[in-house]
């Protein structure tokens, strides 16, 4: 085996040069970051657009269902109340003495459920009135036909009574479900 011999080179680096690496590290330290904060802010309103669909997706069917609960609609008002004074005190738990079964805890998360999406609606409603735009209102329409109203609409159908194709309603239906969300849970923290 031949022995080689290290070879030792020494560089001297100005401090320009040392400014230069040092400002080209800390841009792309900057540029990492921001890219998984908006990574994550992504992942957050996907999530919370994930939650409001899957709401309003069951709304009929938690509305059916609070119809023929065991509930008149006075009680149903008492429950709501009472969520709300939850919901507004420091942290929002349910008492597990005040649920005495599951039918009764099936019952109020549903009337809460449906009492925020309501709520939600309204507020969608006052911001169309406040704006008036057209494209607001279809995508609350479009909101409606698909979730709310009787029997719900295919996508064809609402497409073509809007006049648009079915690609921009489901892009409607998305960006209406994002603005539920919001009236609903508020801004998504950037």
């Given at each position: 085996m031949m022995?080689?011999?290290?070879?030792r080179v020494e560089v001297e680096l100005s401090y320009d040069v040392i400014a230069q690496i040092s400002g080209i590290a800390a841009?792309?330290?900057?540029?990492?970051?921001r890219s998984e904060e908006e990574a994550a802010y992504k992942r957050r309103?996907?999530?919370?657009?994930?939650?409001?669909?899957?709401?309003?997706?069951?709304y009929r069917t938690m509305k059916k269902l609070l119809a023929q609960g065991r509930y008149e609609p006075r009680e149903q008002?008492?429950?709501r109340w009472k969520f709300m004074e939850d919901l507004m005190s420091n942290n929002f738990r349910?008492?597990?003495?005040?649920?005495?079964?599951?039918?009764e805890k099936?019952?109020?998360?549903?009337?809460?459920?449906?009492?925020?999406i309501e709520n939600g609606l309204k507020l969608f409603e006052e911001d169309i009135s406040i704006n008036d735009s057209e494209d607001m209102k279809r995508k609350y329409r479009l909101l409606r036909a698909k979730f709310i109203d009787?029997?719900?609409?295919?996508?064809?159908?609402?497409?073509?009574?809007?006049?648009?194709?079915?690609?921009?309603?489901?892009?409607?239906?998305?960006?209406?479900?994002?603005?539920?969300?919001?009236?609903?849970?508020?801004?998504v923290e950037e």
């Open positions: 022995d080689q011999a290290e070879e841009e792309a330290a900057i540029n990492a970051v309103k996907k999530r919370l657009h994930n939650k409001v669909y899957k709401s309003l997706s069951s008002a008492e429950i349910v008492d597990p003495d005040r649920i005495a079964t599951e039918e099936r019952i109020q998360v549903n009337t809460y459920a449906v009492y925020r009787g029997k719900p609409k295919m996508i064809g159908e609402m497409a073509e009574a809007e006049k648009i194709s079915e690609r921009q309603a489901y892009r409607d239906i998305n960006a209406a479900v994002d603005l539920l969300a919001i009236y609903i849970y508020g801004a």
